[in-house]
């Protein structure tokens, strides 16, 4: 069956480092666009950044662009998300998603990143 599973949050000081993973399975991964998507407390979901299928193309969100970087290996089938110059505002859970056309969409069950010292 199709998973996405997402790790490597958890609690950082501002200013640090978290890179978060997501391991796919079930599905043909290079064939899927990735994005990793937040949700803070008391807001709604929001996409922080995406990355086609081979890579060639990324996006970000304003307010993670400069600070966050996303990367995928086909090989492994995993996409990743290096956050760097953390911030208590970035404190979220955080959810890769595969997405192909219209009709195959995939989310993972998130992960928790909090930003505090």
């Known amino acids: 069956q199709v998973q996405l599973v997402e790790s490597g949050g958890g609690l950082v000081q501002p200013g640090g480092s978290l890179r978060l993973s997501c391991a796919a399975s079930?599905?043909?991964?290079?064939?899927?666009?990735m994005s990793w998507y937040r949700r803070a407390p008391g807001k709604e979901r929001e996409l922080i950044a995406a990355i086609t299928s081979t890579a060639s193309s990324t996006n970000y969100a304003d307010s993670v662009k400069g600070r966050f970087t996303i990367s995928r290996d086909n090989a492994k089938n995993t996409v990743y998300l290096k956050m760097n110059s953390l911030k208590p505002e970035d404190t979220a859970v955080y959810y890769c998603?595969?997405?192909?056309?219209?009709?195959?969409?995939?989310w993972g069950q998130g992960t928790q990143v909090t930003v505090s010292s």
């Open positions: 998603k595969a997405d192909r056309g219209t009709y195959y969409s995939y």
């Open positions: 079930g599905f043909t991964f290079i064939s899927y666009r």
